[in-house]
């Protein structure tokens, strides 16, 4: 494992699309994961993000996000279906390989496990053409899936070879699950790991997520992370770490500064990978 390996949403830094991507690149870092709204809001539209994505030279690992999917009916299935579709037009204009999706917190989706196990995979179908890979993840306040056990589940049983499991470390940190539970998902169903803790404690679990994240070396769940960490290389993970810091202060301060906390980050879970293969 390699800083190549390592890679920051556009979410954790402040600024223009542009300086997100030259501090991103001068840092070190040879992908960044994009949001929808980083070409949709652009001053110079979903042309001008795209431009500025290319000349970065940067690997785009995934595109966020797809959320409240699975488990609708009717006319609210159609309607996502044609976001899913319009997403996956975006991806194309920027090769983004892997759409993430987060189980729903609608409460107009159904729980039956039948339904969402069918949603998910007619959602990997639409994306088999354009190359795409679907990493499902669970947010930890999700209605009916939110914990990683019943995601492996999910994509066990959908059984599509462009369907995988999203590990997001926040979230599994915030429900408390078992780091046990792990060791049942193959590292070639892991699709993505996303990086981040948290600062203070979880009173409210959507306000710290929205607003008090954390680099994963710089608070109370360092070890439990590492740990993490060590399982998602036992299990042969090949895919890329990716640092998605929601943190309020981090958007007043200049890109660079957060992108060195990032590689400190970075290289402190190197080593931490490093000191389990001696």
Known sequence: MDMHRFAIDTVTLAGPLEDK????RDAGFAG???WAKDLVSHPGGVKGAVAAIRESRLRVTSFQLLRD???LEAHLH????DIAKSMLDLMDAIGAPMLVVA???????????????ADLRALATLATPREVRVAFGAPAWARWINEYPVVWEVVRR????NLGVLINTFHLLARGTPLDALDA??????FLVQLADYLGDLRDITETADHRRSFPNESAHRETIAAIIRKMHRAGYAGDYVFEVFNDEYLHLAPASILARARRAA???LAETSRTQQ
Do not use: N, R
């Open 32 to 34: 960044v994961e994009i």
């Open 69 to 71: 999917y699975e488990g």
């Open 103 to 117: 189980s729903t917190t609608s409460p107009y989706a159904s729980g039956d496990m039948d339904k969402t196990v």
């Open 78 to 81: 159609t309607y996502k279906i």
């Open 185 to 190: 998902i193959p590292g070639d169903k892991i």
């Open 21 to 24: 991507l030259a501090a991103t």
């Open 267 to 269: 290289e402190w879970l």
């Open 158 to 161: 959908a059984d599509c070879s």
